[in-house]
Every structure is written in structure tokens, then in C-alpha cells.
């Protein structure tokens, strides 16, 4: 059973970076694609970015294309979201999570294939 720690939060003026880790223990997350997702206030949870399990393939929600970065170190178990360029709009909750099934990164914006989820890290961003 895998377990996944979020980290790397807080509160950032606009405009400014963060850098989000989600470090997984209990098992390997090299042959699963992850994703980071982002709830706020009084909305719905949605895709921000995903990764494939060997970390050459990526994508992003268009809101956040050219700000946000994703990337994995399989060695450590560790998979990251740069965040910059930051707006008001980035504030929520940021959760990363695991694809239920080895190697498929398909349909990635779908929070129902991914079958372990961390407690969250929030970001509050300061206009």
C-alpha cells in the first residue's frame, strides 16, 4: 500500500514560485503516471498536470501551460510541481495522486483513475 506526503505550500505574493513535492512511501511509483490536482473554495476538484511513469510525457491543464512545471525522480519516489508565475486564481488545495493501473497515462484529467490520493497542500497566492 502506497502513501503519498505532500509538501512545499504557503502563502506567495503574485507572481512569485513555489515548489510542490509529493514523496510516496510504501511502494515504488516508478511504473505508475501520477497527476497533481486542485480544489478551491467552494469548487470542484480539477486536473492541473500529469506525468507518465517514466517522466517523458506531460500534460497540462491550459490555465497553467507555460507556469506550471511537473517532473518525477523515480530514484527518490518523488514526483514535483514547480509552480510560477503565480496568480490569485492558483489558490487552492493541490493534491497529487496515483494512476490506478501501471504504465497508463491515458484519460489523465479523470480523478477516478487515480486510486491513491495525499492529504493535500495548500497554496494561498496574494494579489
Known amino acids: 500500500q502506497v502513501q503519498l506526503v505532500e509538501s512545499g505550500g504557503g502563502l506567495v505574493q503574485a507572481g512569485g514560485s513555489l515548489r510542490l513535492s509529493c514523496a510516496a512511501s510504501?511502494?515504488?511509483?516508478?511504473?505508475?503516471?501520477m497527476g497533481w490536482f486542485r480544489q478551491a473554495p467552494e469548487k470542484e476538484r480539477e486536473f492541473v498536470a500529469a506525468i507518465s511513469s517514466g517522466g517523458t510525457r506531460t500534460y497540462y491543464i491550459d490555465s497553467v501551460k507555460g507556469r506550471f512545471t511537473i517532473s518525477r525522480d523515480n530514484a527518490k519516489n518523488t514526483v514535483y510541481l514547480q509552480l510560477n508565475s503565480l496568480k490569485p486564481e492558483d489558490t487552492a488545495v493541490y493534491y497529487c495522486?496515483?494512476?490506478?493501473?501501471?504504465?497508463?497515462?491515458?484519460?489523465?484529467?479523470?480523478?477516478?483513475?487515480?486510486?491513491?490520493w495525499g492529504q493535500g497542500t495548500q497554496v494561498t497566492v496574494s494579489s
Open positions: 495522486a496515483k494512476r490506478a493501473s501501471p504504465y497508463d497515462v491515458s484519460y489523465y484529467t479523470r480523478a477516478d483513475l487515480y486510486d491513491t
Open positions: 510504501g511502494r515504488t511509483l516508478n511504473s505508475y503516471a
